[in-house]
T-cell receptor, first 110, second 109 residues
Framework: LAKTTQPISMDSYEGQEVNITCSHNNIATNDYITWYQQFPSQGPRFIIQGYKTKVTNEVASLFIPADRKSSTLSLPRVSLSDTAVYYCLALGGGGNKLTFGTGTQLKVEL | NAGVTQTPKFQVLKTGQSMTLQCAQDMNHNSMYWYRQDPGMGLRLIYYSASEGTTDKGEVPNGYNVSRLNKREFSLRLESAAPSQTSVYFC????????FGEGSWLTVV
């Protein structure tokens, strides 16, 4: 599993767009970049996954440059309910020992 | 459409007592995991099972044992609970992505 590096925390205000960048320099060819969201007292839940370029769903967008050494999770117009920890993983066929980094604590204020 | 189910949700143990956390998934996944999460901290991998009949140590296996009873079930056992094992425990299974249970809150007094 490729090591990932994210900012420890970010602050934002309601209505703003938030971009969280994850670095994964040693990503393997078969790895997908996957993002999870965790609210207090809950297990992480899947947000979005991509291999390259751009992926968008009803919750977020994921931007992955051609070299795939980093990715950016974009949350449009955040609200208070988006306050959570966000984890980035490079998930693929390279092994089953799944370890999570510290994640990014996003705090959204009024 | 249960996904990953963990029991119990809450448990209080006395130091030295033993208990087993149960986990079951209904998605026919091969890989299953146990994590612990202490307050304000990230997820730490305790043990994992890549397939039925196999288990491997994660980052923090000391004080725990696991059993992959069948493809559906993966249990975590604390043989002699210690206060340092007070934590929230999450079970997960892996398909195209990872699915987590709702967590088991364990307090050791």
């Amino acid at each position: 599993l490729a090591k990932t590096t994210q900012p420890i925390s970010m602050d934002s205000y309601e209505g703003q767009e938030v971009n969280i960048t994850c670095s994964h320099n040693n990503i393997a060819t078969n790895d997908y970049i996957t993002w999870y969201q965790q609210f207090p007292s809950q297990g992480p839940r899947f947000i979005i996954q991509g291999y390259k370029t751009k992926v968008t769903n009803e919750v977020a967008s994921l931007f992955i440059p051609a070299d795939r050494k980093s990715s950016t999770l974009s949350l449009p117009r955040v609200s208070l309910s988006d306050t959570a920890v966000y984890y980035c993983l490079a998930l693929g066929g390279g092994g089953n020992k799944l370890t999570f980094g510290t994640g990014t604590q996003l705090k959204v204020e009024l | 459409n249960a996904g990953v189910t963990q029991t119990p949700k809450f448990q209080v143990l006395k130091t030295g007592q033993s208990m087993t956390l149960q986990c079951a998934q209904d998605m026919n996944h091969n890989s299953m995991y146990w994590y612990r999460q202490d307050p304000g901290m990230g997820l730490r991998l305790i043990y994992y099972s890549a397939s039925e009949g196999t288990t491997d140590k994660g980052e923090v296996p000391n004080g725990y044992n696991v059993s992959r009873l069948n493809k559906r079930e993966f249990s975590l056992r604390l043989e002699s609970a210690a206060p340092s094992q007070t934590s929230v425990y999450f079970c997960a299974s892996r398909g195209n992505t990872i699915y987590f249970g709702e967590g088991s809150w364990l307090t050791v007094v």
